[in-house]
């Protein structure tokens, strides 16, 4: 069941096949999801393991990325012109998003993390005129390597310290009670090290200036789907090979979804920059994704799902008007009302969404998260903390929405729209995404049970 | 004490004092040659694991390409102590405090374990020949295998598009 396979047929493509291969791979995991048997079977000894889980999963990452080259595809050429090697780097983060989505051995977890991080740092590099894309992709590549070094560190110390002498993260058999030494250390740097990749404080210095200076095509993709697998990857290993000692190392989780939370939503009130600003927005959502980890219940994975689609949609949404702006402050936005009234107006989709306003998945997506983490019964204090967190984050969303609405545009300089009808149409069609979300989050968390 | 305890004690130092000569070389080219020296007392250490195939590897593949490599990259740039930037104290002190917290915390946990196995394996166990880790290679692990292949595709994309020339008329871009 090597869904990550097909991705490389899909090499040196225009937009067009790279879409037609999206959609005949979403097909077929949709098919295998409902009917429950694959369309190709290979065996990979148990390593890779799909559930309906993990195939929800991975179909909520086809389907965003299928969103995002419809809504981008075209804006590739602006970064340079090897359109065709941008659009194989991302397919092998699709690639890697299906290894982790679905790995059931540490090996594999490192295999796709790097899959997924090593054409990152090339796709940030990517503006190859552009100064602060170069130092955001040393950047990333510098921290990058040094936190995959920690999790091989750790990797090596699970290793050694279980008793069955495996990789194997089902097999591991832990057990519940006091952990041995290397065990603990293993578990604390892979802890360091995925927090990293989600960016979670305190690791998550490297966020702003490698969103900020990547070309915004790819900052829109790095901030979605990578995350988000990225996030799914974290939970999968430590509900499958933590579980059971979740006691011991929950008050470590709860201390860094709470510095997550606070330095996200504070430090993305003082950003000047819209691009900036939704990276530290960025920090802040992952501080309500690590609720999933914290709280690691049914409930928790339903949200996780819910949160990962409803998350990318709204992100992606932004970052395509993003894309089209001329100036990435938040003056650049003053009077979009008059100018682009749909635009305006899925914007504010997308930042209601993104703050948790009901009616929208943002606020379903929350809801959840909030209710796992309440279901969980440990440490009250992280879900209080996290609706103020959320409230702080309205402070900066509507800061937007009001200088679309409420100022004038005082310079003469109008931007030139290059926006096709279709480009518009699409929008809409994700703003209604994350409406009928929103009202029925049963559509996708129904696939979760299938 | 018997002569592979002296050979794997002989080795230990090496290895630790050599990897401690690269971090305190003034000179970048004799860290380089200080990590050489590293490269060969683990490759020793492997050999008395009886793992032939890994020892080999990893002084063709560490010790001579990636080394070579190095020195190259080190003697090209042509660094000498005027161009290097002015290194901040506090950084320094607090470089070493998050350095020695990590330390710390791995040898207080390792303090307190108390599984030893034995230090050299001679004569017996056969994993690390070829024959044996080709077998495992294809057949225990050929899908994490296969899958490396993609990722050593993707460097080898990102490298090419990293360092092919941008023609001229795509300039502001």
Redesign the interface.
Known sequence: MMLGGAFIKDRRTPVYLGIGGLLAILAACAVELKTGRPLLVIDVKDMLHANSFNLTFIMVALGCTLLYFLLNGRDFEKVGPHVSEYFALIFFILCGVSIVATFNTLLMLFLGIEIISIPLYILTGSDKRNLKSNEAALKYFLMGSFSTGIMLLGIAFMYGGNVMGTFFINNMNLGSGPMPALIGVGLVLLMVSMSFKVSAAPFHFWTPDVYDGAPTVFTSFMASIVKVASFFAFVRLFESAFGTLQSQWQTLVAVITAATLIIGNLTAVFQQSVKRMLAYSSIAQAGFMLLALFALNDTAKEGLVLYAAAYSLATIGLFAVLVKMKDYTVDGFNGLSKQQPLLALTVTIFLLSLTGIPLTAGFQAKFYMLWAAIQNGHHFWLVILAVLCAAISAYYYFRIIQAMYFRENSETVMNEWDITPSFKYLLLITAVLIIVLGIFPNLVIDWLHY | MSITEILFWFLTAMALGSAIMVITSRSPVHSVLWLIVTFFAISGHYIMMNAQFLAIVNIIVYAGAIMVLFLFVVMLMNLNAESEPQKNRMLQFAGLLAGGCLFL??LA?????T?TSSMVQLGSGNEGLIKNLGKALFN?????F???S??F???M??A???G?K??AE????
């Not at chain 2, 946990?109 to 374990?113: G, H, P, T």
Request: glycine residues 6%; aromatic residues 4%; charged residues 25%.
């Open positions: 915390v791995i946990s390792l303090m307190k374990a599984e225990d692990y050929v899908i994490p296969e899958i490396s993609v990722l595709l993707s460097a994309i990102g090419v598009l990293i092919k941008e023609k795509h300039d502001g871009n």
